[in-house]
């Protein structure tokens, strides 16, 4: 899959890029109609006061905000991919398999705007696919997650040491677990 194809196939997240997009339009048509004297196009010369410029450079990083998002994630797809085809040759007839995991956030606390209390937000748990590997005494996780439950985002292999031993720490791209 390539990186365009990676970016559309989030359908669930399409709805909320649409409306940024179409907020973020709407904010600079205000923007640009509450500007309009600054930029003069007689002589094509736009003050550059140090508002414009913050102005831009924010435009800027969120007109990008949706590439961004998804190439940090396209990557860890990518490292998945690959090592999976790096690996085939190690690999038992058995060792990879989908498995269905139920997973649990912790309780975290927040405060919110206009009160001095925290309140305490007990994440629901929610049930992922991943994909496991299992060579020898190590157990490879490859799966996906799902940011504010709506984007996307494949997450970086991580290798889980089942047995006392050392393990295999010659695996390229793996984040290796300590715990």
């Known amino acids: 899959m390539n990186y365009f194809k990676y970016i559309l196939s989030d359908k669930k997240g399409r709805p909320y890029w649409f409306f940024y997009y179409a907020a973020l339009l709407m904010f600079s ?18 003050r550059f006061n140090l508002l414009f410029v913050f102005n831009l450079f924010t435009h800027i990083i969120v007109l990008f905000a949706f ?3 998804y190439s940090y994630s396209f990557y860890n797809y990518k490292i998945q991919e690959r090592f999976l085809k790096r690996c085939h040759n190690i690999l038992n007839e058995n060792s ?3 498995v269905t995991v139920e997973t649990t956030q912790g309780s975290y606390e927040l405060t919110g705007f206009r009160t001095n209390w925290k309140a305490r937000i007990n994440p629901e748990p929610t049930i992922r696919t991943f994909t496991i590997v299992v060579i020898g005494s190590d157990l ?3 799966g996906q997650r799902y940011g504010f439950g709506v984007f996307r985002e494949h997450l ?16 390229k791209y793996i984040k290796i677990l300590s715990t």
């Open 29 to 46: 048509a205000i923007q640009l109609s509450v500007n309009w004297d600054q930029i003069r196009f007689i002589d094509f010369e736009i």
């Open 156 to 171: 970086r292999p991580f290798l889980i040491n089942l047995g006392g031993e050392n393990g295999m720490v010659g695996y």
């Open 140 to 142: 490879i996780v490859l």
């Open 67 to 69: 590439p961004l998002y």
């Open 96 to 98: 990879i398999r989908k």
